[in-house]
C-alpha cells in the first residue's frame, strides 16, 4: 500500500486517481452449473471488469436446517419471501470443488479473482488457492472475529457496510486494524434485494471516506446502472455488482443482476464519470473548445456594400463565425458609413466604418 488511499493489486490499483475498480459478483447466478458458472466467467472479461468475485460458504456453514420461524426469510421479501435459510443457501452456494477452476479461468482473462469468506474453514481454504484479497459481506461486519481471521491474513479487504451504524463500522474497522492490517477498503452498501435508489445513501460515500481515510466504493443492488455512475461521481473507487448470462435464466439473484452488456456499460459510464468528476471547476474555454471560439457569432457584412452606404439591418448581420465586431456593438455601428468598399462575407472591423 502505498498511502492510506491507495492499494496496490497485482493487476490493477484501488484508490482515487486511479480507474474505478469494477468487480462482477457472481454469487448464484451459476444456477448450480459449473458450466455456466465458467460462461460467466468468460463474459465478465468482456466487459472492463477488473475482478471476479465468488462466494465461498455451505449452508452448514451459515446456518443449521431448521424450520423455527426465525429461519425463514420473511414472508414479505420481494425475492425469497418465506424461503427456508439452509434451502435457500443450498442453492446459491458455491461448490468449494468449482473455486479452482473458476479462479484459474478468471485468471486466464487477466481477471482477479477473489471472494466472501463466511467462517475460517473458507478462509483457510481460499488461502490455499492463492488470492490475493478478501471481501466480508453486509450481514457478517458485526462478526469481528472473523473480520480478525481474515484481516490476519494479510491480504487486502474490502468490507461491505450495509446496515450498519457508524460506530459498528469504527469497530469493524478497528477490529481489522488491530489485527495488523491497513489494506481497507470500505463500501457503502444497502443490503437490500433489490434495493431501490431512494435508500441508496450515497452521501455516506464521503462521511466514511472522511471518518476513516480509506478508499471507500459501493457495493449495489439497485436496479440498472444509475446509482453506480452517481457513486462513481461521488468519488467512489469500487463499484461491485452482480452479474448473470440472462436474468430471464432466473436463479436466486437474478432479478438485480446485471446482464454482461450492462455490466460493460457499467464500468464505461462509471469511468467516464470519475474523470469528469475530476475535471474541477474552471471558467472559460478548455483546450478543446478552443476550436470552437471560432463559431461564436460575431457582426459581418451580408450583402456587398460601397464606400458611403449606411450600415443597416440589410447589409450587417450577428452570424457565426467570429472575426467581426461583437454582436452588441451593432447598436454602435448602425446608421454609420462605410469608409471602404466591402463584399459580402467580410467581418466588420472599425476599419471599415
Known sequence: MTSAQTIDLSSATIGTGSPVFAIAEMSGNHNGDIDRALAIVDAVSSTGAKALKIQTYTADTLTIDSDR??????????????????????????????HAEIFDRARSHGLIPFSTPFDPSSVAFLEDLGVELYKTASAEIIDLPLLREVARTGKPMIVSTGMATLSEID?????????????????????????????????????????????????????????AVAAATLGAVVI??????????????????????????????????????????????????????????????????????????????????????????????????????????????????
Do not use: M
Request: include cysteine; aromatic fraction near 8%.
Open 69 to 98: 420461524p426465525a429461519f425463514r426469510v420473511a414472508g414479505d421479501h420481494d425475492l425469497w419471501g418465506g424461503r427456508n435459510l439452509y434451502s435457500l443457501y443450498q442453492e446459491a452456494h458455491t461448490p468449494w470443488e468449482w
Open 171 to 227: 469497530a469493524a474497522v478497528t477490529a481489522v486494524r488491530d489485527a495488523g492490517n491497513t489494506q481497507l477498503v470500505l463500501l457503502a452498501c444497502t443490503a437490500a434485494y433489490p434495493a431501490v435508489p431512494e435508500e441508496a445513501r450515497l452521501g455516506n460515500i464521503r462521511t466514511l471516506r472522511e471518518a476513516f481515510d480509506v478508499p471507500i466504493g459501493l457495493s449495489d443492488h439497485t436496479l440498472g446502472i444509475g446509482v
Open 240 to 353: 461491485e455488482k452482480h452479474v448473470t448470462l440472462d436474468r430471464g435464466d432466473g436463479g436466486v439473484d437474478a432479478d438485480f443482476s446485471l446482464s454482461p452488456s450492462e455490466f460493460a456499460a457499467l464500468v464505461s459510464a462509471s469511468e467516464q464519470a470519475r474523470v469528469a468528476a475530476a475535471s474541477g471547476t474552471a471558467f472559460g474555454p478548455t483546450p478543446q473548445e478552443q476550436a470552437v471560439l471560432a463559431l461564436r457569432r460575431s457582426l459581418y457584412v451580408t450583402a456587398d456594400v460601397r464606400a458611403g452606404d449606411i450600415v443597416s439591418t440589410a447589409n450587417v448581420r450577428s452570424i457565426r463565425p467570429a472575426g467581426g465586431l461583437a454582436p452588441d456593438d451593432f447598436a454602435l455601428v448602425e446608421g454609420r458609413r462605410f469608409t471602404h468598399d466591402a463584399d459580402r462575407g467580410t467581418p466588420l472591423s472599425w476599419d471599415l466604418l
